[in-house]
């Protein structure tokens, strides 16, 4: 049996939650846990109420709507994603999951169908990590990967910490924040890349994320006088560094799908007319593969060590973040890609650029996620943008998938 959910009507929630922290070229701003995310949060409450739901709120914050089952006590289905947004957001980053969810339980509730398992749609708490650091870090309490009480002292920049804020904005539920048994967590999310828009494809079966490294590299050299210091007895570190960055993006190209980013670059002293003493730069490389992104990474200091030693260079080199490489759960893999071929939308198979919370949740649920393009593969601004069938076609694969779990 295949079932379709009422685009029309997912369309107009997600319009109407968009008008709460509206930026100023229509996307949002909803930093988690401020008056507005709160707001959202009510008005998807409000909704979720009117189709039934009842309600957890975890100590985290994290709200699970529930639709109970024929059999309450075996393992939910969940759906979700999140609501709060970055600065100048978009309509769609996490609120398509989240109300893709909710519009799943209202087309049951118009088809009149009883799942085996309940299905519950949850709100996680700050993912996007704009306000409070990390990212994903209700759902990363949740699957035990984060410290709740270490948590809970993190600051924004005004000095608030998540627990005040939490406590301020009621959202510290009297749910203990940590996993349960779940059958299957399904997250519909846009694609926030170009991939599925240039392929003309309507849905992408993600099969898991990429890992990621993040290192700080520092050169030493010698700082001196750009006049009267001849260029062969220079130890110039920003020489080095602009040499070390293209042979990154070398090593980069050499392995497809691989991406590496230098994204923060400071020479010391910050002066025109001298040479600096010393660079400071990041390197955020990511690729699908474990083995490969390693030697990547082992490229990339070797390249460091050899450039360093050709220019009279001394260098730190530290890896400060390591993320695995993320494979979904081959049966959700499955029942997604099922979906979409039975519903007859053109899909393919697709590894995720970005971090999600069902990254998260895979730790500890069979987890299956659901890209729609996005134009031009533009996310986190406010032009972010995707048509009503798009966002139509993600809900009805979301929902045959979580029908396709909840009634093993
Ligand atoms: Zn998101």
């Avoid at 994603?81 to 799943?104: A, K, N, Y």
């Avoid at 069938?389 to 009805?396: M, S």
Wanted: glycine share 10%; hydrophobic share 35%.
């Amino acid at each position: 049996m295949i079932l379709k959910t009422n685009g029309e009507r997912l369309w107009d929630s997600l319009m109407e939650m968009a008008t709460i922290g509206p930026g100023e070229r229509g996307g949002s701003r909803r930093l988690a846990l401020t008056d507005a995310d709160i707001e959202g949060r009510n008005l998807f409450r409000k909704w979720a109420d009117e189709a039934g739901c009842t309600f957890r709120l975890d100590t985290m914050g994290n709200l699970f709507a529930r639709r109970n089952g024929k059999n309450p006590e075996a393992p939910p289905v969940l759906a979700g994603s999140h609501l709060d947004t970055q600065p100048s957001g978009g309509r769609f980053d996490g609120i398509l999951g989240v109300l893709g969810g909710l519009e799943v339980v209202r087309s049951l509730n118009d088809h009149r169908i009883e799942t085996e398992s309940s299905v519950e749609i949850v709100v996680w708490t700050n993912e996007e990590g704009a306000r409070f650091y990390p990212a994903m870090m209700g759902s990363g309490v949740f699957s035990g990967i984060f410290d709740q009480s270490e948590i809970y002292t993190h600051l924004d920049p005004d000095g608030f910490t998540v627990e005040e804020e939490l406590r301020r904005t009621k959202q510290l539920g009297d749910t203990p924040c940590k996993s349960f048994p779940i059958r299957a967590y399904y997250e519909l999310h846009i694609e926030q890349g170009p991939i599925l828009e240039a392929e003309n494809t309507k849905i992408g079966v993600v099969t898991g994320g990429q890992g990621t490294y993040w290192t700080h590299i520092t050169l030493h050299g010698q700082g001196s006088h750009a006049g009267t210091t001849p260029m062969h007895l220079r130890k110039d570190p920003i020489m080095g560094a602009s040499r070390i960055i293209t042979g990154l993006r070398e090593i980069v190209l050499k392995q497809p799908g691989a991406v590496g980013t230098v994204g923060r670059l400071e020479t010391k002293p910050a002066s025109i007319n001298s040479i600096p003493g010393q660079v400071f730069f990041t390197v955020d490389t990511r690729h699908p593969n474990e083995e490969i992104l390693a030697n990547i990474n082992l490229d990339l200091k070797n390249l460091v060590n050899s450039i360093c030693s050709e220019e009279g260079l001394e260098n730190e080199f530290s890896i400060i973040w390591e993320a695995p490489t993320i494979n979904f759960h081959e049966e959700c893999v499955t029942k997604v890609r099922n979906a979409a071929e039975s519903l007859g939308y053109s899909h393919c198979d697709i590894v995720s650029g970005a971090g999600h919370d069902a990254c998260q949740m895979s730790h500890i649920a069979p987890t299956g996620m659901i890209f729609i393009p996005c134009e031009g593969g533009l996310s986190h601004d406010e032009a972010e943008n995707t048509t009503p069938e798009q966002v139509a076609a993600g809900a009805d694969v979301l929902l045959n998938s979580i029908l396709a779990s909840a009634n093993h």
